[in-house]
């Protein structure tokens, strides 16, 4: 049996949890940390670079979830993890005024809990997914879940600031604690019972990991994708820190314009995805490589066009942000999807393996893109004007879009038969 659309939608609920506990670590505790406590920007920064840097365990993750033939255990219990460790952080930005050292130990711990739980969640869900999900409905089940994290992901963040305006700790934890409780009991009712009615039964594979590992490493197009996966998603995350600042430096935004311009990027992201899945599933229009491609050369267009607007200082910037939200909103769903559909190829019962293997390519890829972007345009600002030093950062960005491109349409290559609509997929978390 494959997944009905309520059963892809019970999952996406997860998907949502997952965006709503992240996105209190990186931007409720994150504000407090730089603002409230007054701590250097740089403490959060490596906090969140810890998070991510703990996800190169997902390949880890992925292949017990292989194994064990047990998935739902693995969501659960990552979604706990996760929810602890969000817990935990917000305990330790209490406690950090009084006992700074002891408050900033129980915050690294707690990001690395926190890393921990979204590789074991996300890594054995997404794997759930590509196992179970039928060909032809892979690019509408990448858009549901995705935007179902981005709405959870928003309204967590609207909620939580707004009963946060008149902040005290007592308050700030009873919120953490109710979106993580929550979080938890969402996702034990949403993904109860749903493997054991697609999935058949597996003996448990006694197989180490790293041969595990191995076996998938040695699979060319599983390699090939890796780096895809790398490459695209430096180029997605190149531009994540340095955006606003570019937009105020050069275009002299404010801060409510630069956040409104942040929002601006997101409404694209959200049609984008939203375009995809109704194209590829609804209306049968190409496979998931074209989209895949086209987000890609769409957005290396966006870039350019911004580059250019730094130098013109045409007031355009909006629309075209928006025109890169839109075909980042493409690029992600479509690759996704193809992350679903290569999972399958090759050696059987490891597709969690390699989702995780392309997870933590995508995690690594998200903290080093976004470290580059930041520090290339802080080096190159000593020695050329704000609109040059952007401009040609956004410029590489470009590029490795455009390297990305020609490396999807020959390493995506579903047959056609196999994902009828949609016979490509892409990567994504």
Not at 257 to 266: D, E, P, R
């Amino acid at each position: 049996m494959k997944l009905s659309w309520v059963q892809i939608a019970r999952l996406g609920l997860v998907q949502m949890c997952l965006g709503a506990v992240v996105v209190l670590t990186t931007s409720t505790l994150n504000r407090l940390m730089v603002v409230e406590l007054a701590l250097p920007a740089l403490v959060p920064g490596l906090l969140v670079a810890l998070h991510y840097g703990i996800q190169i365990t997902r390949p880890n993750w992925g292949f017990r979830s292989d194994t064990r033939g047990n998935r739902t255990v693995f969501i659960i219990g990552g979604m706990a993890a996760l929810s602890l460790g969000a817990f935990l952080a917000a305990l330790g930005v209490v406690i950090i005024p009084a006992q700074p050292q002891a408050g900033l130990a129980l915050s690294v711990m707690a990001y690395a809990l926190i890393g921990v739980g979204v590789g074991a969640s996300g890594t054995s869900l997404l794997a759930l997914l590509a196992t179970a999900t039928a060909p032809q409905r892979r690019a509408a089940a990448a858009t549901i879940t995705w935007l179902m994290m981005i709405f959870g992901i928003a309204v967590t963040a609207g909620t939580v600031g707004h009963f946060l305006k008149d902040y005290s700790p007592a308050l700030l934890l009873e919120c953490v604690a109710i979106v993580t409780f929550g979080a938890v009991a969402v996702t034990t009712l949403a993904v109860w019972g749903i493997e054991a009615r697609v999935i058949a039964e597996r003996e448990a594979d006694p197989a180490p990991f790293r041969q595990g590992l191995a076996q998938i490493w040695a699979e060319p197009q599983a390699r090939a994708f890796t780096l895809f996966v790398f490459l695209s998603m430096t180029a997605y995350f190149m531009q994540e820190l340095i955006l606003e600042p570019f937009a105020g430096l050069v275009f002299g935004f404010g801060v409510g314009q630069s956040t409104q311009l942040s929002g601006a990027q997101n409404a694209g992201v959200f049609v984008g995805m939203l375009a995809v899945g109704i194209a590829a599933t609804g209306l049968r229009i190409g496979t998931l490589r074209h989209w895949v491609v086209a987000g890609c050369w769409g957005s290396a267009l966006a870039l350019v066009g911004i580059a250019a607007l730094g130098h013109s200082g045409i007031g355009f910037l909006v629309p075209a942000v928006i025109f890169l939200g839109f075909f980042n909103g493409m690029f992600a769903v479509a690759a996704i999807g193809s992350m679903m559909a290569l999972a399958g190829q090759g050696r059987s019962a490891r597709e969690g393996t390699r989702m995780g293997l392309w997870g933590a390519a995508q995690a690594l890829a998200a903290g080093f893109g976004g470290l580059l972007g930041a520090a290339s345009v802080d080096f190159l600002r000593l020695w050329l004007q704000a609109p040059s030093a952007f401009g040609l950062v956004f410029l590489v960005e470009a590029t490795l879009f455009g390297v990305a491109a020609i490396l999807a349409v020959r390493v995506i290559d579903v047959p056609r038969r196999s994902a009828a609509p949609h016979p490509h997929a892409i990567p994504g978390e």
